[in-house]
Protein backbone atom coordinates (compact mmCIF):
# COMPACT_ATOMS: atom_id res chain seq x y z
CA UNK A 1 0.00 0.00 0.00
CA UNK A 2 1.19 3.28 -0.53
CA UNK A 3 0.20 7.07 -0.66
CA UNK A 4 -0.31 8.41 -4.02
CA UNK A 5 2.42 11.10 -4.23
CA UNK A 6 1.90 14.54 -6.08
CA UNK A 7 4.25 16.17 -8.58
CA UNK A 8 3.91 19.07 -6.73
CA UNK A 9 2.35 19.44 -2.82
CA UNK A 10 1.00 21.99 -1.75
CA UNK A 11 2.57 22.82 1.74
CA UNK A 12 -0.54 23.92 3.99
CA UNK A 13 0.64 25.95 6.74
CA UNK A 14 -0.57 24.93 10.46
CA UNK A 15 -4.43 27.17 11.04
CA UNK A 16 -2.70 29.61 13.40
CA UNK A 17 0.32 31.83 12.33
CA UNK A 18 0.89 32.42 16.33
CA UNK A 19 3.37 30.81 18.34
CA UNK A 20 1.62 27.76 20.34
CA UNK A 21 2.73 25.80 23.24
CA UNK A 22 3.43 22.27 21.97
CA UNK A 23 0.25 20.79 23.46
CA UNK A 24 -1.85 23.76 22.00
CA UNK A 25 -1.01 22.89 18.70
CA UNK A 26 -3.21 20.18 16.62
CA UNK A 27 -2.30 16.91 16.61
CA UNK A 28 -3.23 14.48 14.06
CA UNK A 29 -3.44 10.88 14.98
CA UNK A 30 -2.95 8.22 13.09
CA UNK A 31 -4.61 4.75 13.77
CA UNK A 32 -3.24 2.12 11.30
CA UNK A 33 -1.52 -1.55 11.69
CA UNK A 34 0.10 -1.10 8.85
CA UNK A 35 4.15 0.40 9.31
CA UNK A 36 4.64 1.30 5.97
CA UNK A 37 1.26 3.57 5.81
CA UNK A 38 2.09 4.66 9.24
CA UNK A 39 5.37 5.97 7.29
CA UNK A 40 3.95 7.48 4.79
CA UNK A 41 1.40 8.95 6.23
CA UNK A 42 4.11 10.43 8.76
CA UNK A 43 6.03 11.95 6.17
CA UNK A 44 3.07 13.70 4.62
CA UNK A 45 1.45 15.05 7.75
CA UNK A 46 4.85 16.66 8.90
CA UNK A 47 5.54 18.11 5.24
CA UNK A 48 2.29 19.72 5.50
CA UNK A 49 3.49 21.35 9.70
CA UNK A 50 1.30 19.57 11.96
CA UNK A 51 2.63 17.32 14.14
CA UNK A 52 1.16 13.72 14.22
CA UNK A 53 1.44 10.49 16.62
CA UNK A 54 1.33 7.22 15.00
CA UNK A 55 -0.65 3.74 16.72
CA UNK A 56 -1.27 0.54 15.60
CA UNK A 57 -5.04 -0.19 16.95
CA UNK A 58 -7.51 1.41 18.63
CA UNK A 59 -6.69 -0.15 22.24
CA UNK A 60 -3.24 1.56 21.36
CA UNK A 61 -5.02 4.82 21.43
CA UNK A 62 -7.48 4.81 23.49
CA UNK A 63 -4.38 3.78 26.26
CA UNK A 64 -2.61 6.85 25.00
CA UNK A 65 -3.84 10.19 26.45
CA UNK A 66 -3.67 12.04 23.48
CA UNK A 67 -7.46 11.99 22.36
CA UNK A 68 -8.10 15.43 24.10
CA UNK A 69 -5.13 17.52 22.25
CA UNK A 70 -6.59 19.76 19.30
CA UNK A 71 -6.75 17.89 16.02
CA UNK A 72 -8.21 15.01 14.41
CA UNK A 73 -7.91 11.57 13.67
CA UNK A 74 -6.94 9.30 10.50
CA UNK A 75 -8.30 6.28 10.81
CA UNK A 76 -8.59 2.46 9.22
CA UNK A 77 -11.55 0.57 9.32
CA UNK A 78 -10.48 -2.53 9.40
CA UNK A 79 -7.45 -3.24 12.28
CA UNK A 80 -7.25 -6.14 15.02
CA UNK A 81 -9.74 -6.12 17.54
CA UNK A 82 -11.98 -2.92 17.77
CA UNK A 83 -12.55 -1.70 14.20
CA UNK A 84 -12.10 2.19 13.20
CA UNK A 85 -15.81 2.42 13.16
CA UNK A 86 -16.31 1.23 16.61
CA UNK A 87 -13.61 3.57 17.94
CA UNK A 88 -15.47 6.39 16.26
CA UNK A 89 -19.31 5.10 17.72
CA UNK A 90 -16.93 5.17 21.45
CA UNK A 91 -15.81 8.65 20.94
CA UNK A 92 -19.36 10.03 19.88
CA UNK A 93 -20.63 7.67 23.34
CA UNK A 94 -18.36 9.46 25.49
CA UNK A 95 -18.65 12.60 24.12
CA UNK A 96 -15.64 13.29 22.35
CA UNK A 97 -16.87 14.00 18.75
CA UNK A 98 -13.07 14.14 17.38
CA UNK A 99 -13.00 14.73 13.23
CA UNK A 100 -12.56 10.97 11.86
CA UNK A 101 -10.81 10.24 8.13
CA UNK A 102 -11.37 6.89 7.07
CA UNK A 103 -8.85 5.77 4.99
CA UNK A 104 -9.27 2.13 3.91
CA UNK A 105 -8.48 -0.10 1.32
CA UNK A 106 -11.48 -2.04 2.07
CA UNK A 107 -14.34 0.29 2.11
CA UNK A 108 -17.67 -0.52 0.46
CA UNK A 109 -20.83 2.04 0.17
CA UNK A 110 -22.88 0.43 3.57
CA UNK A 111 -19.91 0.99 5.62
CA UNK A 112 -18.90 4.72 3.82
CA UNK A 113 -22.69 5.45 5.03
CA UNK A 114 -22.18 4.59 8.11
CA UNK A 115 -19.12 6.49 9.07
CA UNK A 116 -20.33 9.42 7.02
CA UNK A 117 -23.82 9.33 8.77
CA UNK A 118 -21.72 9.39 12.45
CA UNK A 119 -20.19 12.48 11.31
CA UNK A 120 -16.52 11.64 9.42
CA UNK A 121 -15.04 14.31 7.93
CA UNK A 122 -14.17 12.16 4.56
CA UNK A 123 -13.94 8.10 3.98
CA UNK A 124 -11.49 8.02 1.32
CA UNK A 125 -9.70 4.75 0.10
CA UNK A 126 -6.16 3.90 -0.83
CA UNK A 127 -4.20 5.01 -2.39
CA UNK A 128 -5.04 8.50 -1.97
CA UNK A 129 -4.15 11.43 -3.36
CA UNK A 130 -1.38 13.32 -1.41
CA UNK A 131 -3.77 16.76 -1.38
CA UNK A 132 -7.07 14.71 -1.11
CA UNK A 133 -6.11 13.57 2.27
CA UNK A 134 -4.41 17.25 3.24
CA UNK A 135 -7.77 18.95 2.47
CA UNK A 136 -9.66 16.44 4.94
CA UNK A 137 -6.86 16.74 7.52
CA UNK A 138 -6.91 20.68 7.43
CA UNK A 139 -10.93 20.28 7.20
CA UNK A 140 -10.86 18.09 10.12
CA UNK A 141 -8.42 20.91 12.29
CA UNK A 142 -10.76 23.39 11.32
CA UNK A 143 -13.44 21.61 12.66
CA UNK A 144 -12.26 20.73 15.70
CA UNK A 145 -11.35 24.10 16.12
CA UNK A 146 -14.57 25.61 15.73
CA UNK A 147 -15.95 22.66 18.56
CA UNK A 148 -13.48 23.84 21.12
CA UNK A 149 -13.75 27.81 20.04
CA UNK A 150 -17.55 27.15 20.79
CA UNK A 151 -17.35 25.10 23.91
CA UNK A 152 -15.19 27.45 25.52
CA UNK A 153 -17.95 30.09 24.82
CA UNK A 154 -20.64 27.92 26.22
CA UNK A 155 -18.02 26.94 29.18
CA UNK A 156 -17.82 31.04 30.03
CA UNK A 157 -21.54 31.66 29.83
CA UNK A 158 -22.56 28.68 32.10
CA UNK A 159 -19.87 29.94 34.75
CA UNK A 160 -21.34 33.59 34.22
CA UNK A 161 -25.02 32.07 34.57
CA UNK A 162 -24.12 30.05 37.81
CA UNK A 163 -22.88 33.17 39.37
CA UNK A 164 -26.84 34.82 39.38
CA UNK A 165 -29.35 34.56 42.29
CA UNK A 166 -32.61 32.27 41.59
CA UNK A 167 -34.51 36.06 40.89
CA UNK A 168 -31.80 36.91 38.40
CA UNK A 169 -32.25 33.71 36.61
CA UNK A 170 -36.09 34.20 36.43
CA UNK A 171 -35.58 37.70 34.89
CA UNK A 172 -33.18 36.88 32.49
CA UNK A 173 -35.32 33.77 31.56
CA UNK A 174 -38.43 36.31 30.73
CA UNK A 175 -36.38 38.63 29.17
CA UNK A 176 -34.86 35.92 26.67
CA UNK A 177 -38.73 35.23 26.10
CA UNK A 178 -39.38 38.87 25.17
CA UNK A 179 -41.46 40.26 27.48
CA UNK A 180 -41.57 43.92 28.85
CA UNK A 181 -39.94 45.07 31.85
CA UNK A 182 -43.60 45.68 33.07
CA UNK A 183 -44.78 41.97 32.02
CA UNK A 184 -42.04 40.83 34.05
CA UNK A 185 -43.26 42.71 37.19
CA UNK A 186 -46.66 41.69 36.74
CA UNK A 187 -45.74 37.38 35.93
CA UNK A 188 -43.19 37.74 38.69
CA UNK A 189 -45.25 40.19 41.50
CA UNK A 190 -42.89 42.30 42.29
CA UNK A 191 -42.34 46.12 41.13
CA UNK A 192 -41.08 46.86 37.84
CA UNK A 193 -38.42 49.05 39.25
CA UNK A 194 -36.66 45.73 40.95
CA UNK A 195 -37.06 44.18 37.25
CA UNK A 196 -34.93 47.02 36.32
CA UNK A 197 -32.71 46.29 38.92
CA UNK A 198 -32.20 42.43 39.03
CA UNK A 199 -32.05 43.23 35.09
CA UNK A 200 -29.05 45.67 35.33
CA UNK A 201 -27.31 42.75 37.53
CA UNK A 202 -27.72 40.21 34.75
CA UNK A 203 -26.40 42.00 31.89
CA UNK A 204 -23.54 43.06 34.39
CA UNK A 205 -23.08 39.23 35.64
CA UNK A 206 -23.23 37.96 32.33
CA UNK A 207 -20.82 40.93 30.72
CA UNK A 208 -23.49 42.08 28.04
CA UNK A 209 -23.30 44.86 26.53
CA UNK A 210 -27.02 44.98 24.53
CA UNK A 211 -30.06 42.95 25.19
CA UNK A 212 -29.26 40.94 21.41
CA UNK A 213 -25.74 39.94 22.97
CA UNK A 214 -27.11 38.95 26.59
CA UNK A 215 -29.55 36.35 24.34
CA UNK A 216 -27.35 35.05 22.47
CA UNK A 217 -25.58 33.82 25.40
CA UNK A 218 -28.64 32.86 26.53
CA UNK A 219 -29.65 30.70 24.00
CA UNK A 220 -25.69 28.83 24.29
CA UNK A 221 -26.45 27.40 27.20
CA UNK A 222 -27.70 23.76 27.99
CA UNK A 223 -31.07 23.58 27.48
CA UNK A 224 -31.69 22.18 31.05
CA UNK A 225 -30.19 25.33 32.23
CA UNK A 226 -32.91 27.42 30.36
CA UNK A 227 -35.78 25.72 32.13
CA UNK A 228 -35.61 28.25 34.72
CA UNK A 229 -38.54 30.90 35.92
CA UNK A 230 -41.39 28.67 36.32
CA UNK A 231 -40.79 28.62 40.22
CA UNK A 232 -41.61 31.79 42.15
CA UNK A 233 -39.04 33.31 44.22
CA UNK A 234 -38.66 35.86 46.99
CA UNK A 235 -37.62 39.32 45.57
Known amino acids: MRVEQLPHLRRSAPLSSQRRSE ?25 AGFQH ?14 LDRAGC ?3 DVRMPGASG ?15 VIFLTGHGDIPMTVQAMKAGAVDFLTKPVRDQT ?26 ERFETLTPREREVLHQVARGRLNKQIAFDLG ?21 IGELIRAWETLPAPMREVGGARTAA
Open 53 to 66: VCFSSTRELLDADV
Open 73 to 75: LIL
Open 133 to 158: LLDAVIAGIAMDAARRAEAAVVKRNV
Open 23 to 47: AEQPLVIIVDDDASVQEALSELILS
Open 85 to 99: LDLQRHLAQTGNPKP
Open 190 to 210: ISEVTVKLHRGNVMRKMEAAS
